[in-house]
C-alpha cells in the first residue's frame, strides 16, 4: 500500500506564498511521475504542475512563472511553491504519483491521490 501525505496548505492574502509538500511512504519501487492538481468548488479538478522522476517539469499556463514544482527522489517527496497567489487559485491541492510496486512476484504499477489540503486566498 502506498500514502501520500500533503502538508503545507493554509490561508494567505494575495501576492502571498506558500510551499506544498507531499512525502510517499509504503511500499514503492519506483515514483514515476509526480504532480499536483486543485479543486475549486464547483469546478473539475484540473492539473497545476507535473514533474518526471528526471526532473522535467510541466506546469499549467495558469501558473507559468508563480508556482514551481520539484521533487526529492531521496526523501520520496514532492514540492510545490506558490508565490504571487491570486483569489483565483483557491482550492484543494492534491498531490498525485505513479508509482511501481512489487507485489504478488511481478513489478505493478498505479496512481494515487493523496487527501488534499486546503489553500485559500484572500483578497
Known amino acids: 500500500q502506498v500514502q501520500l501525505v500533503e502538508s503545507g496548505g493554509g490561508l494567505v492574502q494575495a501576492g502571498g506564498s506558500l510551499r506544498l509538500s507531499c512525502a510517499a511512504s509504503?511500499?514503492?519501487?519506483?515514483?514515476?511521475?509526480m504532480g499536483w492538481y486543485r479543486q475549486a468548488p464547483g469546478k473539475q479538478r484540473e492539473l497545476v504542475a507535473s514533474i518526471t522522476s528526471g526532473g522535467n517539469t510541466n506546469p499549467a499556463d495558469s501558473v507559468k512563472g508563480r508556482f514551481t514544482i520539484s521533487r526529492d527522489n531521496a526523501k520520496k517527496s514532492v514540492y510545490l511553491q506558490m508565490n504571487s497567489l491570486k483569489p483565483e487559485d483557491t482550492a484543494v491541492y492534491y498531490c498525485n504519483a505513479d508509482v511501481t510496486y512489487y507485489s504478488g512476484g511481478i513489478y505493478r504499477q498505479n496512481t494515487y491521490w493523496g487527501q488534499g489540503t486546503q489553500v485559500t486566498v484572500s483578497s
Open positions: 509504503g511500499s514503492i519501487f519506483r515514483l514515476n511521475a
